[in-house]
C-alpha cells in the first residue's frame, strides 16, 4: 500500500455557484489597486474546481489568460501560471514560495503579463 501525498496540483473541490459573484467582486476590489487597472480589467470563468484569470485590454474586446486557480477551500487556492510558450497551464508555487495561497496572491503573480 502506498502512503497518501498530498498535491496541490491535483483534486480540489467544485467552486460552488452562490460564491462566483463573492470572488469576482474580491478580484475587482484587489485590482482596483493595482498600477495596471486603468489599462486592464480582469476577468474570471470558472468551471468545477477551477477560476480561471483573463486579461481584456480596456480598448479591446478579446481576452487573453493569465493563470488557473484550482480551489480547495474558503480563499486558499492552487496556481498554474499560463506559458504562452506551450499554450498550456504550469504548476507553480505562489511568490511567498508556498503552493497554497489567495485569490489576491494569485492576480498579484500574474502582473507580469499587465505591467
Not at 497518501?4 to 460552488?16: A, E, N, R, T
Not at 463573492?22 to 493595482?34: L, P
Not at 504550469?90 to 492576480?107: D, M, R, S, Y
Request: aromatic share 20%.
Amino acid at each position: 500500500m502506498s502512503p497518501w501525498v498530498y498535491d496541490p496540483q491535483s483534486g480540489g473541490c467544485k467552486i460552488p455557484k452562490s460564491q462566483h459573484m463573492m470572488f469576482c467582486n474580491k478580484a475587482e476590489k484587489f485590482a482596483c489597486t493595482r498600477p495596471w487597472f486603468s489599462n486592464f480589467q480582469l476577468k474570471l470563468r470558472f468551471k468545477n474546481q477551477f477560476c480561471y484569470l483573463d486579461a481584456v485590454r480596456r480598448d479591446e474586446e478579446e481576452s487573453f489568460p493569465l493563470g488557473r486557480l484550482r480551489y480547495f477551500r474558503d480563499n486558499t487556492w492552487s496556481f498554474a501560471f499560463y506559458a504562452y510558450s506551450n499554450e498550456s497551464y504550469q504548476p507553480c508555487v505562489f511568490p511567498n514560495g508556498k503552493w497554497e495561497g489567495t485569490l489576491e496572491e494569485a492576480i498579484k503573480a500574474c502582473e507580469i503579463y499587465l505591467i
